[in-house]
Structure formats: structure tokens, C-alpha cells
């Protein structure tokens, strides 16, 4: 819960200087580096939830803004997939946590968008 809460301060500082997009992004990436060790992803998930449980999520989180987001953390996914097979290593557990995480974002964001629809 510690890392959630220090997750949460990032988002909170972050409001006075940065987009939408770059606030959930630093979220994430804060409660990946928090939870990879450990490879909670019940906790990530359940961190990320929050975020998008968040009243104001719908108020900042646009439809430019989710397209945004989306396309960053697919370029994201590229990155470190073509980073893994340039190392020529074999071993899929290197991608294991980036995988959970990335599929973790996207279903959440899209349960978020659909959600956001039906209200």
C-alpha cells in the first residue's frame, strides 16, 4: 500500500505542470518499477483501478487524451519487445512483467472507456 500512496502523490504533484496523458503515465510507470520485483500484478492492477475508480479520471481522460495514452504505451510495448529480441536472449521471463503490465493497462483503460460511455 506504500507504493500506491507514493503512486497517488505522483499523480497529485503532477497536476499543477503536465497533460492528462503524462500523469497516468508516470502513475503506471511508478506502480510498474513499485510492484516488478515482487511481480504483484494483483497489486498493480488493483493500484491502476484506482486511478480510473478516480471521480476526476472521466473529467481529465478525454478521448484524445485515451488515444494518446494508448498509442504511448504501444510504443512503449515495441520498444522493450525489440529490445528483448536485439539482446538475443531467448528467455521470456525478461518479458513476462512487461507483458502483464502492458496487457493490465490496456484492458483497464478500455473497461474505463466503455464504463465511461454507459454513464
Do not use: H
Amino acid at each position: 500500500m506504500e507504493a500506491a500512496s507514493r503512486a497517488v502523490r505522483t499523480i497529485l504533484e503532477g497536476f499543477a505542470e503536465q497533460s492528462p496523458e503524462d500523469i497516468l503515465m508516470k502513475f503506471a510507470r511508478q506502480l510498474e518499477e513499485d510492484y516488478e520485483a515482487a511481480q504483484d500484478i494483483q497489486l498493480y492492477i488493483f493500484g491502476l483501478r484506482c486511478f480510473f475508480s478516480w471521480p476526476r479520471a472521466v473529467e481529465i481522460l478525454k478521448p484524445t487524451t485515451i488515444a494518446r495514452i494508448q498509442a504511448l504505451w504501444f510504443e512503449e510495448n515495441d520498444t522493450k519487445y525489440n529490445k528483448w529480441l536485439a539482446s538475443f536472449n531467448d528467455d521470456p521471463e525478461e518479458l513476462k512483467w512487461s507483458k502483464w503490465t502492458f496487457q493490465a493497462k490496456n484492458t483497464l483503460l478500455t473497461e474505463f472507456v466503455k464504463s465511461s460511455k454507459e454513464n
